[in-house]
C-alpha cells in the first residue's frame, strides 16, 4: 500500500500545501489544499476521507471536492471522523450560509456527502487495509489514524500536543514501518505551541524517549516560515527523523 503526500505543511504559500494524504486510490486523509493538487479524474476516485479533526487547515478542500465531483457520482463520499467533528462541519461549514448541506443534494436521501460517525480505537476495513482512529490532544475533538496493510503498518499523529494514549498504542503496533508526527512550532514558539496544542521540538523530542525502537519519524505540519529551523531542532541521534514533503511516496 502507498500514501502518497498531496499536504503536509502547516500553512500557504509557494509549494506549500496544507494536510491531505492520499491512501491508495481512493481514501484521502484530511482535505486541507493539499487535495486541491489532485486531478479532476482523481478526485472523482475518492469515495472515502477520514478526518483528524474539524479546523480549516484540515477542512478547506472537502466542500470544493464535493461541489465538483456531484454530477459525476452516483455513490456519496464518505465522511469518518469523530461525532463532534461532524457536527461542527454541519453548524458552521454545511449550513447552506457558508456552503450547502451536501447531505441532502442533489436530493433528501440520495446526498452526495455521507457522514460515518467514528470513536477512538474505532477501525474502518477497506481495500484490505485497516484504519484506526488513534488518540489525539488538541484544542478540538481530534484524532490520528493508524494505517495497516498485510505487509506493514504507519501512524499518523494528526494535530495534537503531547498525547500519551497515542505513543502506548504505536509502541505496540506490529511492522510499524514509521511515524508521522505533526511538528508545527519551533522552539522559540514553544510558548505559542503549548497554548494551541501542537508539538514543538523539545516536546516531541521528550515523547520519543518512550519509543525506544530505531524508526523512521516524518514531521509535518511545519510552519513554513520556521520549517528549516524545526527540522534543526529535531534530532536525537536514534530515530531516523525528517521533514515529510509534499510529492513523497510511504510504502508500508
Ligand atoms: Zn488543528
Ligand atoms: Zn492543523
Redesign the pocket.
Known amino acids: 500500500m502507498q500514501l502518497y503526500v498531496l499536504g503536509c505543511s502547516g500553512g500557504i504559500g509557494g509549494a506549500a500545501r496544507t494536510t491531505s494524504l492520499l491512501l491508495g486510490e481512493r481514501i484521502l486523509i484530511d482535505a486541507g489544499t493539499g487535495a486541491g493538487e489532485l486531478s479532476l479524474d482523481a478526485l472523482c476516485k475518492i469515495d472515502h476521507v477520514f478526518l483528524?479533526?474539524?479546523?480549516f487547515?484540515?477542512i478547506a478542500c472537502l466542500p470544493m471536492l464535493l461541489d465538483t465531483v456531484i454530477g459525476a457520482r452516483s455513490r456519496p463520499v464518505t465522511v469518518h471522523a469523530l461525532p463532534e467533528t461532524i457536527a461542527a462541519l454541519q453548524a458552521h461549514v454545511f449550513n447552506w450560509q457558508i456552503w450547502p448541506d451536501f447531505s441532502v443534494i442533489p436530493e433528501n436521501g440520495n446526498g452526495v456527502l455521507r457522514w460515518a460517525p467514528l470513536a477512538v480505537g474505532e477501525s474502518r476495513d477497506l481495500d484490505g487495509l485497516r484504519i484506526t482512529a488513534l488518540p489525539a490532544q488538541?484544542?478540538?475533538p481530534?484524532v490520528g489514524y493508524l494505517f495497516e496493510s498485510p505487509t506493514g503498518a504507519l501512524a499518523f499523529s494528526?494535530?495534537s500536543a503531547d498525547c500519551p494514549a497515542f505513543w502506548e498504542t504505536v509502541a505496540g503496533v506490529d511492522r510499524l514501518r514509521g511515524l508521522i508526527v505533526e511538528t508545527?512550532f519551533s522552539e522559540r514558539e514553544a510558548g505559542l505551541a503549548r497554548v494551541?496544542?501542537?508539538y514543538s521540538p523539545s516536546t516531541l523530542l521528550a515523547a520519543l524517549q518512550r519509543f525506544d525502537a530505531t524508526i523512521d519519524v516524518w514531521l509535518t505540519?511545519l510552519k513554513p516560515l520556521d520549517a528549516a529551523r524545526i527540522v534543526a531542532e529535531t534530532s536525537n541521534g536514534i530515530h531516523r527523523i525528517s521533514a515529510l514533503v509534499g510529492g513523497q511516496t510511504l510504502q508500508f
Open positions: 483528524t479533526h474539524s479546523h487547515d484540515h488538541h484544542t478540538v481530534a494528526g494535530d508545527a494551541s496544542k501542537h505540519h
